[in-house]
Nanobody
Framework: QVQLVESGGGLVQAGGSLRLTCAAS????????MGWFRQAPGRQRELVAR???????EYAESVKGRATIAGDIAKKLVYLEMNSLKPEDTAVYYC????WGTGRDYWGQGIQVTVAS
């Protein structure tokens, strides 16, 4: 069974920084994409950042210049660092792995990030 566990969320003051970590365990192989999504109350889940094929990085426009994604496919770890946090960054953040071997998306349970103004 595959499990993705996020850590590092919590309450942060506007202008502050945070680092989220996601660790995957279980029978997950041929990971192609690792990423972070978020969902704010009343809104759809949206992409924050992802890494494809180990080195191709993509960021949402709303976080460009403020977010950095890094990961290690072999270790099944992905990180997200965000700076200059804004109240609109408040959301539940979800870790996502895509396996081209199984054609499946795997999701973490989500972690709350709250940015106080």
């Amino acid at each position: 069974q595959v499990q993705l566990v996020e850590s590092g969320g919590g309450l942060v003051q506007a202008g502050g920084s945070l680092r989220l970590t996601c660790a995957a365990s279980g029978n997950i192989f041929s990971v192609h994409t690792m990423g972070w999504f978020r969902q704010a109350p009343g809104r759809q889940r949206e992409l924050v950042a992802r890494i494809r094929g180990g080195d191709e990085k993509e960021y949402a426009e709303s976080v460009k210049g403020r977010a950095t994604i890094a990961g290690d496919i072999a270790k099944k770890l992905v990180y997200l660092e965000m700076n200059s946090l804004k109240p609109e960054d408040t959301a539940v953040y979800y870790c996502n792995f895509y396996s081209w071997g199984t054609g499946r998306d795997y999701w973490g349970q989500g972690i709350q990030v709250t940015v106080a103004s």
